[in-house]
């Protein structure tokens, strides 16, 4: 055990062993990346692209890149009322403000 300028323990510091290594069952092999990450299609990658561009070059963002945005975000939507249907949570979270005051 080591110990810092006041006094403290700081654990053991020898090479592999302690604070300054991993343990050897860490790794980050679940971890998604870039070349792992399968819902970044190459549709959904250019448009990313695109929007960014837009965004900070703000210049208009293409007519056929929108309408590919906003179908996507109109399945995206559709998949999201059929899987979980309607949810009113607005309405009652507007009430109770209301309410409160």
């Given at each position: 055990?080591?110990?810092?300028?006041?006094?403290?323990?700081?654990?053991?510091?020898?090479?592999?062993?302690?604070?300054?290594?991993?343990?050897?069952f860490a790794n980050?092999?679940?971890?998604?990346?870039a070349e792992t990450n399968?819902?970044?299609?190459?549709?959904?990658?250019?448009?990313?692209?695109?929007?960014?561009?837009?965004?900070?070059?703000?210049?208009?963002?293409?007519?056929?890149?929108?309408?590919?945005?906003?179908?996507?975000?109109?399945?995206?939507?559709?998949?999201?009322?059929?899987?979980?249907?309607?949810?009113?949570?607005?309405?009652?979270?507007?009430?109770?403000?209301?309410?409160?005051?």
């Amino acid at each position: 055990m080591s110990t810092t300028a006041n006094g403290s323990s700081c654990g053991d510091i020898r090479a592999g062993v302690g604070l300054t290594t991993a343990p050897k069952f860490a790794n980050n092999d679940a971890m998604a990346t870039a070349e792992t990450n399968h819902l970044m299609d190459a549709e959904l990658a250019a448009n990313t692209d695109a929007v960014i561009e837009h965004i900070m070059s703000k210049r208009p963002l293409a007519p056929e890149i929108a309408k590919r945005i906003h179908e996507r975000a109109g399945r995206i939507r559709d998949e999201i009322l059929r899987k979980h249907g309607v949810l009113e949570i607005g309405v009652s979270a507007i009430r109770k403000l209301r309410d409160s005051v």
